[in-house]
Structures are given as structure tokens and as C-alpha cells.
């Protein structure tokens, strides 16, 4: 993202947690441990120090682990001003509280819940990096803070749209996590296309009914936000919860997948947080109840395509 917004011609400061990344960004124009190979613009530049990169700026984005938001964000929000709109681009939904990015943003920072965005699409890093066409939903409450992102982060090739469906493009982005763990579990056991579409398909429905439960419109899940991340996500080798998942149906355990994949898979750490907000709402997710039973080693991998198959 930070790369879409330096190429759009905004000057972008990215917090770094290590001084050597830093530094290959500010000397190198790379980063040495993401995409080492695309060299970044020059208009970029990065910091070990939050108030340094927090200083008059107009969009604070934030791009982390969804479950180490809270601490991460209360050490930042001093440092934000009272103009910054807070952009998510986080996909999980955090565990004990349930609480959704945005939610975690107004709690921890007292901003008003019209001054937080949230982004998302089917937006896989690599393509992106490359240069290659995607597009994005941006939500937020104050469709005039949407559409000024919006012109901040158009590129010649990156679409962003605007929209007021925070809930719905935010629970879109998160189940559809899930969804790609059990597409790329029925992959790792041989399973082909008809079972991966029947997955899409009806996991599609059954977020779609946990967030217009939630508030949110039936239409945003089958934008950019919902049907169009799910497909990504759930069809690319360069999906990481895919991948997990193909791990998974291989026969590894959690731990050994975690060990290869190696990178943040948000949907083995959201998948129970959002059966039980489903279990809240009273909505029937079959296919995130399958994939949490079987990451917490409730069920067998041939008990878990039994519990979807034979289903009334």
C-alpha cells in the first residue's frame, strides 16, 4: 500500500520496527525481507520512530497482525492529530473481544468512528507490487474521508471505490480467510474444482448472512470487498490462507504449517472469533465452524469433509 500511494504521487513515511529495514528502504530503495526485488520510489522513505512518521500527516494506514493491533495502536496514539483519518487495511477479527479493526481503532484512539476507513479487495500483494491491475473498496462513515483517500491512492493501476459499508467491507475481508483455509484444505487432499467452487460459493452465503445480521448491505458482499476477495484469496498460489490450508489437507498439523508458511494467516487466528459472533447473531456458518473444529483438533480432516458433505 505504501508503494500504491508513492506511486499515486503522495510522499509516504513507513514505520519500521528494525533500524536495517529502515535503512534499506532510506539507502537501498528495497526492502530486504518483503519483495526484495522491486525497488521502491523515491518519494517513500521509512523510520524507526512513530511520532516521527505520525508528524501532520493527513492518513495514518495501518498494516498489521489484527491480533497485535491494540497494543501496537496505544503506543501510537498519542502521536496521531486530530486530523488524521485512520485507514485499516487489517482482515481478521480479534480474539476474546470479537471486536472488528475499526472497532479496535475508535476504542483505542477515542477518534470518532467517521474519521476511520477501512480498505479492502482483492488486492494480492505480488500483483501489486508488479504493477499489475487491482482495485479496492474504501469504507468509512464520512464518504467525504473515503473519497479523499480514494483520490490519494489512484493509480494508473490500482481502482479504489468508495463506500459506507464499514461492517461489510470489513467482515468481508475477514471470513473470507476462512473460506481459502477450506478451499485450500479440499485442494491438499485432491479435491477439485467443483469442491473449491462449492466452498466459494457457499461460503459467500454464509458470510454474506453474518454481516447483513451485523448491519451490514447484502450488495457490499458481492462487490469488490466480499465476492471479489474471496476469489482471489480462495484461487491464488499466492494466497497465504490458500496455502496454509493446502498444508493443512497434506496432512500437517497446525504448528508444521505454521512453521512453513511462515507469514501472518490471519484466518487460522480469526476463525473462532467469528463463530462466535455468529453464535451472537444466531447465524448458521457451517463451513467456519468445520475449519475452527478442525484447527483447535476437534475433528479429523475426513470428519470435517463428512460434517459439510452430509449436512441436511
Given at each position: 500500500?505504501?508503494?500504491?500511494?508513492?506511486?499515486?504521487?503522495?510522499?509516504?513515511?513507513?514505520?519500521?520496527?528494525?533500524?536495517?529495514?529502515?535503512?534499506?528502504?532510506?539507502?537501498?530503495?528495497?526492502?530486504?525481507?518483503?519483495?526484495?526485488?522491486?525497488?521502491?520510489?523515491?518519494?517513500?522513505?521509512?523510520?524507526?520512530?512513530?511520532?516521527?512518521?505520525?508528524?501532520?500527516?493527513?492518513?495514518?494506514?495501518?498494516?498489521?497482525?489484527?491480533?497485535?493491533?491494540?497494543?501496537?495502536?496505544?503506543?501510537?496514539?498519542?502521536?496521531?492529530?486530530?486530523?488524521?483519518?485512520?485507514?485499516?487495511?487489517?482482515?481478521?477479527?480479534?480474539?476474546g473481544s470479537h471486536l472488528r479493526a475499526s472497532q479496535i481503532i475508535t476504542e483505542v484512539t477515542g477518534v470518532s468512528a467517521d474519521r476511520v476507513a477501512v480498505l479492502s479487495g482483492p488486492n494480492l500483494a505480488r500483483e501489486i507490487m508488479?504493477?499489475?491491475?487491482?482495485?479496492?473498496?474504501?469504507?468509512?462513515?464520512?464518504?467525504?474521508?473515503?473519497?479523499?483517500?480514494?483520490?490519494?491512492?489512484?493509480?494508473?493501476?490500482?481502482?479504489?471505490?468508495?463506500?459506507?459499508?464499514?461492517?461489510?467491507?470489513?467482515?468481508?475481508?475477514?471470513?473470507?480467510?476462512?473460506?481459502?483455509?477450506?478451499?485450500?484444505?479440499?485442494?491438499?487432499?485432491?479435491?477439485?474444482?467443483?469442491?473449491?467452487?462449492?466452498?466459494?460459493?457457499?461460503?459467500?452465503?454464509?458470510?454474506?448472512?453474518?454481516?447483513?445480521?451485523?448491519?451490514?448491505?447484502?450488495?457490499?458482499?458481492?462487490?469488490?470487498?466480499?465476492?471479489?476477495?474471496?476469489?482471489?484469496?480462495?484461487?491464488?498460489?499466492?494466497?497465504?490462507?490458500?496455502?496454509?490450508?493446502?498444508?493443512?489437507?497434506?496432512?500437517?498439523?497446525?504448528?508444521?504449517?505454521?512453521?512453513?508458511?511462515?507469514?501472518?494467516?490471519?484466518?487460522?487466528?480469526?476463525?473462532?472469533?467469528?463463530?462466535?459472533?455468529?453464535?451472537?447473531?444466531?447465524?448458521?456458518?457451517?463451513?467456519?465452524?468445520?475449519?475452527?473444529?478442525?484447527?483447535?483438533?476437534?475433528?479429523?480432516?475426513?470428519?470435517?469433509?463428512?460434517?459439510?458433505?452430509?449436512?441436511?
Amino acid at each position: 500500500m505504501a508503494k500504491i500511494l508513492a506511486d499515486a504521487g503522495t510522499s509516504v513515511t513507513m514505520h519500521a520496527r528494525r533500524g536495517e529495514i529502515a535503512d534499506g528502504i532510506n539507502t537501498e530503495r528495497r526492502n530486504r525481507d518483503y519483495f526484495p526485488d522491486v525497488e521502491l520510489p523515491a518519494s517513500l522513505n521509512a523510520t524507526t520512530n512513530a511520532a516521527a512518521a505520525l508528524d501532520g500527516a493527513d492518513f495514518l494506514v495501518l498494516s498489521i497482525p489484527a491480533q497485535t493491533l491494540k497494543p501496537n495502536l496505544a503506543a501510537w496514539a498519542p502521536h496521531i492529530e486530530e486530523h488524521t483519518v485512520i485507514v485499516s487495511l487489517m482482515k481478521g477479527i480479534e480474539q476474546g473481544s470479537h471486536l472488528r479493526a475499526s472497532q479496535i481503532i475508535t476504542e483505542v484512539t477515542g477518534v470518532s468512528a467517521d474519521r476511520v476507513a477501512v480498505l479492502s479487495g482483492p488486492n494480492l500483494a505480488r500483483e501489486i507490487m508488479d504493477g499489475q491491475p487491482a482495485a479496492a473498496t474504501i469504507a468509512c462513515l464520512d464518504e467525504s474521508a473515503a473519497r479523499r483517500f480514494q483520490q490519494t491512492c489512484h493509480t494508473t493501476y490500482f481502482r479504489p471505490y468508495t463506500s459506507t459499508d464499514v461492517t461489510g467491507c470489513e467482515l468481508g475481508g475477514a471470513v473470507k480467510n476462512v473460506i481459502a483455509l477450506a478451499v485450500g484444505i479440499a485442494s491438499g487432499m485432491g479435491f477439485g474444482h467443483n469442491a473449491q467452487a462449492m466452498l466459494i460459493t457457499r461460503g459467500l452465503a454464509e458470510t454474506t448472512r453474518l454481516a447483513v445480521a451485523m448491519g451490514a448491505t447484502r450488495t457490499t458482499l458481492s462487490g469488490l470487498s466480499g465476492l471479489g476477495d474471496l476469489v482471489a484469496t480462495c484461487s491464488s498460489s499466492l494466497s497465504r490462507n490458500r496455502t496454509f490450508g493446502i498444508h493443512l489437507g497434506q496432512g500437517l498439523s497446525v504448528q508444521e504449517a505454521t512453521a512453513v508458511t511462515r507469514q501472518t494467516t490471519e484466518g487460522v487466528k480469526s476463525a473462532q472469533a467469528i463463530l462466535a459472533l455468529a453464535r451472537a447473531h444466531e447465524i448458521e456458518m457451517p463451513i467456519t465452524k468445520t475449519v475452527s473444529n478442525l484447527l483447535n483438533e476437534k475433528i479429523t480432516l475426513e470428519e470435517a469433509v463428512a460434517t459439510l458433505t452430509q449436512r441436511r
